[in-house]
């Protein structure tokens, strides 16, 4: 397989990653504010305790981007993580790259001291959960729950 990279997310990203959210968020029909997405994502460069993100670049070219978000546990007794976003172009798909970035990120997950990463996945998207559970990731046994704050 070629080298595949991780660029850490910088400021000159922003459009690459707002252009690569918006068709992943597409793909399920979810709304996206262009203008609060770019205020989001500067904020999240700047503010490097918010978590981590990179480009996923395969053969020289933007493919994809994943990005962890922190999250305090006492539970899980530090530093835990959100896998809150991870694409892949549809072209890059079915080449491996995905279990690759899952692979990083469990990697930099150990270099950040992470006790735990959390993931959503869509009911449908059953791609998405064999590369999950082939890479260790277990179906957790309570509900998460939301509650938005207006």
């Not at 922003?14 to 989001?40: G, H």
């Not at 480009?55 to 990005?67: A, F, Q, R, S």
């Not at 064999?130 to 939301?146: E, G």
Request: proline share 2%.
């Amino acid at each position: 397989m070629n080298a595949i990279e991780f660029k850490p997310l910088a400021h000159n990203d922003i459009e690459i990653t707002l252009q690569m959210m918006s068709d992943f968020y597409a793909i399920d029909n979810y709304p996206i504010d262009l203008e609060v997405s770019i205020k989001l994502i500067t904020d999240f460069i700047n503010q490097p305790h918010l978590g981590k993100g990179w480009l996923i670049i395969y053969e020289g070219k933007t493919v994809g981007y994943c990005m962890l978000t922190f999250v305090f546990s006492f539970e899980y007794k530090g530093l835990i993580a959100f896998l809150d976003e991870l694409y892949l172009s549809e072209a890059a798909r079915g080449k491996g790259i995905g279990k690759v970035a899952l692979s990083f990120i469990k990697s930099e997950s150990h270099k950040l001291s992470l006790k735990l990463i959390y993931l959503e996945v869509e009911n449908h998207n059953e791609n998405a959960q064999k590369l999950y559970l082939a890479s260790d990731f277990t179906i957790h046994s309570r509900q998460i729950m939301k509650h938005k704050v207006q």
